[in-house]
């Protein structure tokens, strides 16, 4: 690798007469987090990360990563400040990699990465998918790139399945393509944030970090629950139904299917060996409460990630009975109301360094 510099600015590398152009400035992305209404659960290659099915998801306003990321000609190895803290080890490798799989190989300046979530980190609020959509933002312009939205996209899935969907506002599609490279499995939109005045309320039913990833469930579940082929072989036909049910703003129907994913993706998981369960005495309170009050008759559905905490998908008129009867559970700690929010965008205004 011939490495040198150019009026202090960009860090040249040139392998194999490809020359790449690292900017040294700090660059800072903004995504937003996003619920899946018709869930990821399973991969068909670990090397690539590429789902073993395609998912329909909302994007937050409410929930957002904010990262700034800048190469240095003079740092040793990469460093990850998140949410104010030095990160662990395991969080720095998967920032380290997925750099170096943005740049092409590992022959790149380190950089040093600052990242904060406005939201408890790793407890079911898809923190890795506000997380890689900002960091594959930020990343691509560093290099250089003017990437579309279907190659961020695709850059995103690389560091976690969800943060496909997290480039787009609105409803997105995180599409399966037929390639072992996955040049096709990136996501699509489907309808922008203006489209739909839906609301999710987040009941946040506990602030600890899950014993178990998402990475690690899939993988248990792929291997060992009795119904995971039914899982795949079933999902074309959620999705087909979810697209149209979005297209219609058939609220109900939506409502349906979102719990109806959910609680497949669960029992599925629970039925791997051993068992995978999220859930804590709250979360299954909720489920019922939320469940009562669709017996009297106020549309309200659940849908439930890798963690406790209880989505609830509602419509803007019966977002004050769903808090008053999350506000009468114990364990729910906190409610966050979120609208559909906006993709993920680079932040132009700032460029304060940070090394
Ligand atoms: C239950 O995207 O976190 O939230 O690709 O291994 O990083 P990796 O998994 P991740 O899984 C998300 C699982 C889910 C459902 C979903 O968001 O579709």
């Excluded at 150019?6 to 619920?35: D, G, M, Q």
């Excluded at 990465?113 to 930020?138: H, K, M, Q, R, Y």
């Amino acid at each position: 690798m011939d490495v040198y510099k150019e009026r202090n600015h960009f860090f040249v590398t040139k392998t194999h007469s490809v020359i790449k152009k690292f900017s040294l400035s700090p660059v800072t992305a903004v995504a937003h987090s996003n619920i899946a209404m018709i869930k990821y659960w399973g991969k068909r290659s670990v090397e690539y990360n590429l789902p073993a099915v395609g998912s329909i998801s909302l994007t937050l306003d409410a929930l957002h990563t904010r990262t700034t990321l800048q190469f240095s000609d003079t740092l040793k190895e990469d460093q990850l400040i998140l949410n104010d803290q030095d990160a662990s080890a395991t969080a720095l490798k998967r920032l380290s990699d997925f750099l170096d799989t943005a740049a092409g190989n590992s022959d790149r300046p380190k950089a040093k990465v600052i990242s904060e979530n406005n939201f408890p980190t790793g407890a079911g609020l898809a923190s890795s998918a506000s997380g890689f959509a900002a960091l594959a933002l930020a990343a691509g312009k560093a290099m250089g790139q003017s990437l579309s939205d279907e190659a961020l996209s695709r850059l995103a899935r690389m560091g976690s399945g969800s943060a496909a969907r997290s480039i787009y506002g609105g409803f997105s599609e995180m599409q399966l393509g037929t390639k072992d490279d996955g040049s096709e499995d990136f996501a699509v939109p489907l309808q922008d944030e203006n489209y739909w005045d839906v609301r999710l309320l987040v009941a946040v039913t506990s602030d600890e970090k899950k014993e178990l990833g998402s990475t690690e469930g899939m993988l248990r579940t792929a291997k060992t629950a009795p119904y995971y082929e039914h899982w795949v072989s079933s999902h074309p036909n959620d999705l087909r139904e979810m697209r149209q049910a979005i297209a219609d703003k058939d609220f109900e129907k939506t409502g349906e299917l979102t719990e109806h994913s959910c609680f497949k993706m669960h029992g599925l998981a629970m039925a791997a060996k051993p068992p995978i369960l999220y859930w804590n005495a709250a979360t299954t309170e909720t489920i019922h409460r939320v469940w009562i009050l669709r017996k009297n008759g106020i549309p309200a559905y659940v849908t439930i990630d890798a963690g406790p905490q209880v989505k609830i998908l509602c419509l803007p008129e019966s977002v004050e009975a769903v808090k008053s009867a999350l506000s009468e559970i114990d364990g729910v700690r906190s409610v966050i109301e979120a609208k559909p929010g906006p993709g993920a965008y680079i932040m132009e205004t700032v460029n304060e360094t940070i090394i």
